[in-house]
């Protein structure tokens, strides 16, 4: 009888732990700027349902990822190991290994339902979940395909961000309820070609914003940056990006406009063709040219980055409704920065802050302070170490992130002194491939195959890195401070490509 008894008590221990498991909600975004979002300070759009998620939780101001650049980050994320260990280094060459542990398969097999709907970009099916839908490659703003865990490739007609909200709500609602669960949410927005819904297409049309202080950056001191292709002036390109085409022919190539419905094309094109006509009566040229662009391409950005929000909105809606808030876990985060404009740039990339770092706010009820802020250095590293922690699973090993729940609970006072970063695509845009190190105050980054030499970067007196101090004379003790630091990280994470470099230079 006794037996019997502790039995019980045990089993009903176990269960009341693993009923208040928390619920988790991880809504990853494409190429989303945290100089766009309210809770950043940004002032160019409203962003009230990003903003609610920090106001209602906690806002990371230094939080950055490992290697800027879309497939990658999502491997990392998914992972907890950097590109050199998960073998997802680039978008060109990439294929990701399904077999390797992630946190999904660490939460699957501990009895959470799983799911991940939308932007995937991994080029191999995902494995691990209990439930998939994703889109084929980079994925269509306009009547979306999926591939389904079935096997069958669906074509939803609406809106990308529409179509990926309702697909998760659906999933929501038709889940387990006696399971705790993880969602994934990728959106395509803000992703280049910028194609904003038909019913935002005139949210900034009137609106006029003003040019970033660096937009015509001479480059001086910095070879890799004088080499990049990713000039809103001579790579941004007016049919593909600006939809000014120059004909109908021209038109009719374009594969994001073919698949639009009559009344969706009609309407979109309507828009369009207006803001040609006008460009054509005025006959800009040189830097009235560009700066036209630059106005258009933020009109455009920011009209596609509201229907993001808006949908991370239906998000917290729909929890709320569904009495799901107080034991759910909601993070926002973007796979990486971005360039409004900063260096005359659109893109990502480099190591620079605007593309390094990345916008990310979590509410945690219970555990985090509303309105808090957090200035520790964290990485998209850690997403998937602090997601297991709070589920109260071991964190595996092999995963090179840590946990970041003891820097917001208070239990830690001081996380990371550096942040090490490795990018490697050496093809699109022409960004050199380099690593580097930043304590926050100093970056100092080595470049190679394209490019070849260091940059040393002062943040404290030149945040906009405009001023390349490597090899200045009163640097000698940072610069030699930095490099031990910075070999120390490459001997931590076993980055050997990165140790060889650094040895042969």
């Known amino acids: ?120 970009h991994l080029q191999t099916n995902p494995q691990g979940f209990t439930y998939w839908q994703v889109l084929p490659g980079q994925g269509s703003y306009y009547n979306p395909d999926f591939l ?23 999933w929501l609602s038709e889940r387990d309820p006696s399971q705790p669960f993880c969602l994934v949410i990728g959106h395509k927005n803000t992703h280049r070609t910028w194609m904003p819904d038909i019913k935002d297409l005139r949210l900034f049309n009137q609106s006029t914003f003003p040019l970033p202080a660096n937009f015509y950056d001479s480059y001086e001191t910095r070879a890799a940056a004088a080499v990049q292709d990713m000039t809103i002036d001579k790579t941004m390109k007016m049919g593909y990006d600006l939809k000014m085409f120059g004909s109908k022919e021209e038109e009719d190539k374009e594969f994001s406009i073919k698949r639009m419905t009559p009344s969706q094309r009609k309407a979109y094109m309507t828009f369009y063709d207006s803001i040609h006509a006008d460009l054509q009566s005025k006959k800009l040229s040189g830097k009235e040219l560009v700066e036209w662009k630059y106005q258009r391409y933020m009109q455009d950005y920011l009209a596609t980055a509201a229907s993001l929000d808006r949908n991370i909105g239906r998000t917290l809606d729909f929890l709320d409704k569904h009495d799901l808030s107080k034991n759910t876990i909601v993070i926002y985060v973007s796979d990486q920065g971005f360039y409004m404009g900063e260096h005359g740039w659109f893109d990502k990339r480099f190591m620079y802050e605007e593309s390094f770092r990345t916008p990310m706010v979590m509410r945690y009820p219970g555990v985090v302070k509303s309105g808090s802020v957090n200035s520790n250095m964290v990485m998209n590293l850690d997403i998937g170490p602090t997601l297991l922690d709070a589920a ?22 001081k996380g990371r002194d550096a942040m090490y ?85």
Not at 23 to 31: E, K
Not at 458 to 471: A, F, T
Not at 485 to 500: F, G, H, P, S, T
């Open 392 to 413: 109260g699973i071991k964190v595996p090993n092999d995963m090179q992130g840590k946990s970041f729940l003891p820097l917001i609970k208070g239990s830690a006072k």
């Open 1 to 120: 009888m006794k037996y019997l008894l502790f039995l019980g008590l045990a089993l009903l221990s176990f269960f009341s732990i693993y009923a208040q498991r928390p619920n988790i909600v991880l809504i990853v975004s494409d190429d989303h700027s945290y100089q766009t979002i309210g809770a950043y300070g940004g002032k160019f759009m409203q962003t009230p349902n990003i903003d609610r998620i920090a106001k209602e939780g906690i806002r990371f101001d230094k939080a950055y990822v490992t290697n800027s650049i879309c497939g990658p980050s999502r491997a990392v994320i998914l992972t907890g190991k950097y590109s050199h260990k998960n073998g997802f280094k680039d978008n060109a060459n990439s294929s990701f290994d399904g077999s390797q542990n992630t946190f999904i398969k660490e939460l699957t097999k501990t009895g959470y339902q799983t799911a991940w709907i939308g932007k995937w």
């Open 421 to 505: 970063y490795h990018y490697y695509e050496n093809g699109e845009h022409s960004v050199s491939p380099h690593f580097g190190i930043s304590t926050g105050r100093y970056k100092l980054i080595r470049f190679y195959t394209r490019v070849s030499g260091w940059e040393l970067f002062d943040l404290e007196k030149d945040p906009s890195e405009m001023r390349n101090i490597y090899g200045q004379k009163g640097y000698e003790k940072v610069t030699a401070d930095l490099k031990k630091k910075l070999a120390q990280l490459i001997d931590q994470y076993e980055d050997e490509e990165a140790k060889k470099i650094l040895v042969i230079h």
């Open 148 to 170: 389904m865990m079935n096997g069958e490739r669906k074509r939803v007609q609406g809106y990308v961000s529409d179509v990926v909200e309702d697909a998760a709500e659906k």
